[in-house]
T-cell receptor, first 111, second 112 residues
Framework: GQQVMQIPQYQHVQEGEDFTTYCNSSTTLSNIQWYKQRPGGHPVFLIQ?????EVKKQKRLTFQFGEAKKNSSLHITATQTTDVGTYFCAGKKSNTGKLIFGQGTTLQVKP | NAGVTQTPKFQVLKTGQSMTLQCAQD?????MSWYRQDPGMGLRLIHYSVGAGITDQGEVPNGYNVSRSTTEDFPLRLLSAAPSQTSVYFCASSKQGSNGYTFGSGTRLTVV
């Protein structure tokens, strides 16, 4: 079945350092979504990527979708303590409601 | 708009008991899904629905039933609770063809 793998599981950085999490799917995706979950909270939608090779930016966050539409990455430049949380990628094989999540990357930022 | 509302927020069950986790959304979203979240496992899809009267299994459907009689409601039923079902359960909804899912605040379930 469809699987979405995400690495690393945990990342500790000093405030101001960069951070990257990677997402790989066992199958070609129609789109990939990214979510952020703060400790004790619920996942919050960040962005969706649809096109092969697509790159989108949100302030210090840069999202990429691979050419083969099987992998994606989220890069945060100059982390801040407000970036703390777990970042999830989630993929759809087709335009259906079935969204499969990766295991998430938990980011800790030391001030 | 209230968004996605889940009840209860916390629940303790004894092994073998049954219960229903409620989920309601007021955004007229076609898609609704149930996920469970366990440490180190991410969010795993239990069941999902693309519209009233239509449901399908996700990654971990065993031990859970769902129905979608209206667009607004998508209850999740545990027929005979087991300790392995101790988890945090999230309901989420999305507009068809839209961007991301809106999540509820979750139900923390403990089965003893």
């Amino acid at each position: 079945g469809q699987q979405v793998m995400q690495i690393p599981q945990y990342q500790h950085v000093q405030e101001g350092e960069d951070f990257t999490t990677y997402c790989n799917s066992s199958t070609t995706l129609s789109n990939i979504q990214w979510y952020k979950q703060r400790p004790g909270g619920h996942p919050v939608f960040l962005i969706q990527l649809v096109k092969s090779g697509e790159v989108k930016k949100q302030k210090r966050l840069t999202f990429q979708f691979g050419e083969a539409k099987k992998n994606s990455s989220l890069h945060i430049t100059a982390t801040q303590t407000t970036d703390v949380g777990t970042y999830f990628c989630a993929g759809k094989k087709s335009n259906t409601g079935k969204l499969i999540f990766g295991q998430g990357t938990t980011l800790q930022v030391k001030p | 708009n209230a968004g996605v509302t889940q009840t209860p927020k916390f629940q303790v069950l004894k092994t073998g008991q049954s219960m229903t986790l409620q989920c309601a959304q007021d955004m007229n979203h076609e898609y609704m899904s149930w996920y469970r979240q366990d440490p180190g496992m991410g969010l795993r899809l239990i069941h999902y629905s693309v519209g009233a009267g239509i449901t399908d299994q996700g990654e971990v459907p065993n031990g859970y039933n769902v129905s979608r009689s209206t667009t607004e409601d998508f209850p999740l039923r545990l027929l005979s609770a087991a300790p392995s079902q101790t988890s945090v359960y999230f309901c989420a909804s999305s507009k068809q063809g839209s961007n991301g899912y809106t999540f509820g605040s979750g139900t923390r379930l403990t089965v003893v």
